[in-house]
């Protein structure tokens, strides 16, 4: 059983920047992909990143070059910076670990609550 908790969301100028933190509790977090998925309303759930145990990272186009994911082990924690936000950024944004490294929201066993991040123009 992982459980995680997203930190770090808030209300930000076009053109600035956010980190986002998931905290994850349980001994195995490190042999999980943790990814970030975000939701605007009236919209299907996205992806945004994920990093695999490994290290190795992957994204959505439209945050490429601007947003990183990475992970601490030793803390058990997954972040997310963004930098160059845009007020299509604005959404709920979710933290998800899976054992298999994925794109597919179906594929994340377990969720944190999600944390708001707003962008305004």
């Known amino acids: 059983q992982v459980q995680l908790v997203e930190s770090g969301g808030g209300l930000v100028q076009a053109g600035g920047s956010l980190r986002l933190s998931c905290a994850a509790s349980?001994?195995?977090?490190?042999?999980?992909?943790m990814g970030w998925f975000r939701q605007a309303p009236g919209k299907e759930r996205e992806f945004v990143a994920r990093i695999r145990s490994g290290g190795s990272t992957y994204y959505a186009d439209s945050v490429k070059g601007r947003f990183t994911i990475s992970r601490d082990n030793a803390k058990n924690t997954v972040y997310l910076q963004m930098n160059s936000l845009k007020p299509e950024d604005t959404a709920v944004y979710y933290c998800?670990?899976?054992?298999?490294?994925?794109?597919?929201?179906?594929?994340?066993?377990?969720w944190g609550q999600g944390t708001q991040v707003t962008v305004s123009s």
């Open positions: 998800a670990a899976t054992k298999v490294a994925a794109t597919n929201p179906y594929e994340y066993d377990y």
């Open positions: 349980g001994r195995t977090f490190s042999s999980y992909a």
